[in-house]
């Protein structure tokens, strides 16, 4: 589903300094997984979800992902690949003047589907999320977690075959967070592969998931079943 | 269906949002476009004065009285005529007595009596004036009866014409140029304000541009914003235009008989270019404020 094969990214910062964000990764992602990515701030967490979703091209090495070669992957095809891929934010980026419901529609609209799918999608969305009380309401009515919900459905609405989760409980308290983990548990299990960068050690350690470890651009650490980290 | 809905509604919240950047753009493709059809409306009208000149236009053989040259006599002045009426260039010929230049002369200048009284009713010289098959053919006259007995002159009223002409393409280049300017000046107005609320939106852009909407989904809004900006800024100017020019055309009509005047038809016909002006430039600006902007 997710495979890097010697992926380097750099950035520049002024003149000759360089900082590299990913140093010849490989690394591979099966169908259905539930995947924690860790490691300290700068260690290439956001890179790497960057990179999977094409708002950057490597400067060497390969990328697929749901199949297509990002590299060689048109600009114009760029958005039926994001199709594929459902995104949540670390601060839900809900749009403040539409409702819970309007929100997950938009997700549907800007990308063409007919009024008839997005009336029954939706709410069927919003009952896996457990909002449909609450779909006339205003995000700013709702609590972190529940807009944290409200996202995690306008990423899921479309049926993508991955959801990139980007800190998804950095901003909530940890009870709240066991519920979002919950909630992408549910949809791993339908068979989404679940990628989730994330500093949350008590959740990492308690879901006992897949871990890829990051450190200065380098994979120190790819575990099945692992925890947030050794001495930590 | 759905689509455009959303797509104009989102462009006419974009221009609600920000009333006085909006009333700005209007203003500012209004009075470019306005220049424009005024310039494209005085070039119209010397068309049409130029053709109803040239037709008019005549050669004037200017003949001797004897004040520069020895003065023409009656023989030389049939021989002259006669061998005009045989030019196969030549449409018409008339006699203009000395008397008779007179009379045109006091009744061009009838309103400027001080230099009708300075001129000598003897002064104005006697001419044939020579209506030309095809007023192009002046050379062929003039090479022929330059050297004629009796002729003091040969002058081609396209001369005259052509420096009206002169004269009128200036003020026409120029209100060009402003207008030129004022269109640039419009348009980077206009991609300015597509900046500034592709800004505005940046956060519903970048969840678009994330659950994979294409590009032109996500531009088009924007694109639409200022292109109806362009749209109602050309449509002001149309109607500026088509209040005042065929009024100031019609009093003019009335006191110049001279020649003819543009009317409504004429302010009709270049409404069309304003829109494509009006609409083209704020596109155009749109594209160009957004290329970088919100680039995938």
Aim: charged share 20%.
């Amino acid at each position: 589903m997710i495979r890097l094969q010697n992926v380097t990214k750099t950035y520049k910062r002024g003149g000759d300094d360089e900082v590299v964000a990913l140093k010849d990764v490989s690394l591979e992602v099966n169908k259905g997984e539930f995947v924690f990515v860790v490691g300290p701030s700068g260690s290439g967490k956001s890179t790497f979800m960057k990179l999977l979703t094409r708002e950057q091209l490597p400067d060497d090495g390969n990328i697929w992902v749901a199949g297509k070669n990002l590299a060689s992957l048109r600009a114009w095809k760029v958005p039926v690949l994001r199709r594929e891929i459902g995104y949540v934010f670390q601060d839900f980026k809900l749009l403040p003047n539409k409702s819970v419901y309007e929100n997950v529609a938009f997700a549907l609209e800007v990308i063409g589907k007919g009024r008839r799918e997005i009336d029954k999608r939706v709410p069927e969305v919003l009952e896996l999320v457990g909002l449909t009380e609450k779909s006339r309401a205003q995000p700013h009515e709702l609590s972190g977690g529940q807009q944290q919900r409200v996202s995690v459905a306008r990423a899921f609405v479309n049926n993508p075959r991955i959801l990139l989760c980007d800190e998804p409980t950095g901003n909530l308290d940890p009870s709240t967070s066991i519920g979002i983990m919950k909630l992408l548990d549910r949809i791993n299990r339908t068979g989404a592969t679940v990628v989730m960068a994330t500093h949350d050690q008590h959740i990492v350690d308690s879901m006992r998931r897949r871990v890829i470890e990051l450190e200065n651009g380098i994979v120190v650490r790819d575990q099945t079943r692992g925890v947030y980290g050794y001495g930590n | 269906m759905a689509r455009w809905r959303y797509l104009l509604q989102e462009a006419f919240i974009g221009l609600r949002r920000n009333l006085m950047m909006t009333f700005a753009v209007i203003l500012s493709v209004t009075v470019s476009l306005t220049l424009l059809g005024a310039s494209l409306l005085l070039s119209d009208q010397v068309d049409l004065a130029t053709d109803d000149w040239v037709g008019r236009v005549e050669v004037s053989i200017f003949l001797c009285d004897g004040r520069v040259c020895p003065a023409i006599t009656p023989e030389q002045q049939d021989e002259l005529r006669e061998e005009l009426e045989a030019q196969e260039v030549v449409a018409e010929v008339f006699y203009e007595s000395k008397q008779e230049a007179y009379e045109r002369f006091t009744e061009l200048f009838a309103d400027q009596p001080s230099l009708v009284e300075s001129i000598d009713p003897d002064i104005l010289p006697a001419s044939f004036r020579v209506r030309l098959e095809n007023p192009n053919l002046f050379n062929v006259i003039a090479d022929q009866f330059g050297a004629f007995p009796g002729v003091e002159e040969i002058v081609d009223q396209r001369e005259v014409l052509n420096q009206f002409l002169r004269f009128t393409n200036v003020v026409r280049n120029a209100a060009l140029v402003v207008a030129a300017i004022q269109l640039i000046a419009a348009g980077v107005l206009i991609a300015n304000t597509i900046r500034v609320a592709a800004f505005a939106r940046r956060e519903q852009t970048s969840i678009m541009r994330l659950v994979g909407a294409s590009n032109w989904y996500i531009r088009l809004p924007f694109v639409l914003e200022g292109v109806i900006a362009g749209l109602v800024g050309a449509l002001v100017s149309w109607g500026l235009l088509y209040a005042t020019v065929p009024r100031v055309a019609g009093n003019l009509a009335q006191d110049i008989e001279l020649m003819p005047f543009i009317g409504v038809a004429q302010v009709l016909a270049i409404g069309p270019w304003l829109l494509i002006a009006g609409t083209g430039i704020a596109a155009v600006a749109s594209v160009l404020a957004l290329r970088r902007f919100l680039d995938v």
